[in-house]
């Protein structure tokens, strides 16, 4: 179970999330909305403690993390896995060596073992067999599941995906859902995943959360949030603009925050 309480983060003067609480419940799978800026990426962030957050706490599975040595976070950072916006792999590996990135770093199994791992990760996000491609010779959208694969290979019990669908063709996306979906119901890992999709995410979801300036504006079951009345939630899952383009969310009905 992940419980964050109060979480504050701030970059000088821009306030990105403010005293924002949110508990995910083991084996669920809670989908993050909101606009481009809102702070889902910070806050993904903070859980694994990229990013150490001003204040507030946040707790896996009873352990308060904000405030771990980064000696101990790392034993709680071998059960959470991210899937990163951008993929975030390292251009001088190839694909196969990615994957295995922190199997190789921080397990003791066998390189036969790891092989295999490997193989079968590539084989779950259907990309069997590209081992030896470099990361310049791969596609966006492969550049996300490859990332996916390295995360599945550790086998954690926490996956954070920061936008899985972004950028990848429509069935490709479906596939990635249903794989959210089946690792949630069949080893009961506890996900959080940040979409602009809101197909994905009703599809996805046992709960959606909804950031706006730094806070969650409403909470629900993927029905309740199709079927909601909040003016800010239902303009965001409609996608109406109601004035220019704006940077972040400075306007929202045409009103400056
Ligand atoms: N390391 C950092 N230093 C300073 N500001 C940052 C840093 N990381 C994020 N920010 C700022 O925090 C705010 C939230 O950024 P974040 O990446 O969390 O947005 P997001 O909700 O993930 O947006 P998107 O949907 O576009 O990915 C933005 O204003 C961004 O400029
Ligand atoms: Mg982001």
Do not use: W
Request: hydrophobic share 40%; proline share 3%.
């Amino acid at each position: 179970m992940i419980e964050i309480t109060n979480l504050s983060q701030a970059f000088e003067d821009n306030i990105v999330l403010s005293n924002l609480t949110l508990t995910v419940q083991e084996g669920q799978t809670t989908v993050i909305i909101g606009r481009s800026g809102a702070g889902k990426s910070v806050f993904l962030k903070c859980i694994v403690g990229i990013l150490r957050p001003d204040s507030g706490s946040i707790k896996i599975n009873g352990v308060e993390v904000t405030t771990l040595p980064e000696k101990e976070y790392n034993k709680i950072r071998k059960d959470i896995g991210m899937v990163f916006q951008g993929g975030a792999l390292f251009d001088s590996l190839n694909v196969g060596e990615n994957v295995s990135f922190f199997l190789d770093e921080f397990s003791n199994l066998d390189a036969s073992v790891i092989k295999a791992k490997v193989s079968d990760s590539l084989a779950l996000v259907g990309l069997k067999g590209i081992e030896k491609m470099m990361t310049a010779q791969l596609s966006g959208g492969m550049k996300k599941r490859v990332s996916l694969a390295r995360v599945l290979c550790m086998e954690p019990r926490i996956i954070l995906y920061d936008e899985p669908t972004t950028g990848v063709d429509p069935i490709t996306a479906d596939a990635i859902n249903n794989l959210i979906v089946e690792l949630s119901h069949k080893l009961k890992v506890t996900s959080i995943v940040v979409t602009h999709d809101m197909n994905s995410a009703y599809k996805i979801a046992d709960s959606i959360a909804m950031f706006y300036h730094g806070q969650i504006i409403a909470q629900g079951t993927p029905d309740e949030i199709r079927q909601t009345n909040h003016p800010i939630v239902k303009q965001f899952i409609h996608g109406e603009a109601h004035g220019p383009i704006t940077d972040g969310e400075q306007l929202v009905f045409g009103h400056a925050k």
